[in-house]
């Protein structure tokens, strides 16, 4: 059991290391002539008045629809379903360790299944209320 915690550590950390310690390829060098389209003058960034800046710095927050408040709602509900699913999904994943690792015991293996059952349930709701979500904001957006 050690050995295999020691082996699944490893494998974690150098899943989580790789993308850190690999580089860019050099295949091709940058395209230079570009540099003069990216360049600007700091003095006319600094130096705006305030009623340019006002002029400058829209206040649409959620996009040019017509209704704020509906968008709002809108954000705040599939901030919430994607926060659920991703709760679901590490349940579920939960669900699935404790099932390899209930080493024959059917006690231990029948709560793993009802854990497993359960997540995709919340799955299955969540994605069945995202698409009520969806054909609602389709009627009324």
Same mark, same amino acid.
């Given at each position: 059991?050690? %050995?295999?915690?020691? $082996? ?7 899943? #989580?290391?790789?993308? #850190?310690?690999? !580089?860019?390829?050099?295949? &091709? @060098?940058?395209? *230079? =002539?570009?540099? %003069?389209?990216?360049?600007? @003058?700091?003095?006319? /960034?600094? +130096?705006?008045?305030?009623?340019? %800046? =006002? ?13 704020? *408040? ?6 705040? *509900?599939?901030f919430a379903l994607?926060?659920?699913?991703? $709760? #679901? ?18 006690? +231990?293996?029948?709560?793993? +299944?009802?854990?497993? +059952?359960? #997540?995709?349930? !919340?799955?299955? /709701? =969540?994605?069945? &209320?995202? /698409?009520?979500? *969806? &054909?609602?904001? &389709? $009627?009324? !957006?």
């Amino acid at each position: 059991m050690k %050995k295999f915690a020691l $082996i699944l550590l490893s494998a974690f950390i150098f899943t #989580a290391l790789a993308p #850190a310690l690999s !580089g860019p390829a050099l295949a &091709s @060098d940058p395209d *230079i =002539t570009r540099l %003069k389209e990216l360049q600007f @003058d700091v003095g006319d /960034v600094l +130096k705006l008045d305030k009623k340019d %800046k =006002t002029e400058q710095q829209s206040q649409t927050y959620f996009g040019e629809g017509q209704n704020p *408040i509906q968008e709002f709602i809108i954000r705040i *509900i599939n901030f919430a379903l994607t926060i659920i699913g991703s $709760i #679901a999904i590490i349940i579920l994943i939960i669900g699935g360790f404790q099932m390899m690792f209930s080493q024959g015991n059917q006690q +231990k293996l029948d709560e793993a +299944k009802d854990i497993v +059952k359960y #997540a995709i349930i !919340g799955l299955i /709701v =969540t994605l069945l &209320s995202y /698409v009520i979500v *969806i &054909s609602v904001q &389709s $009627i009324f !957006g």
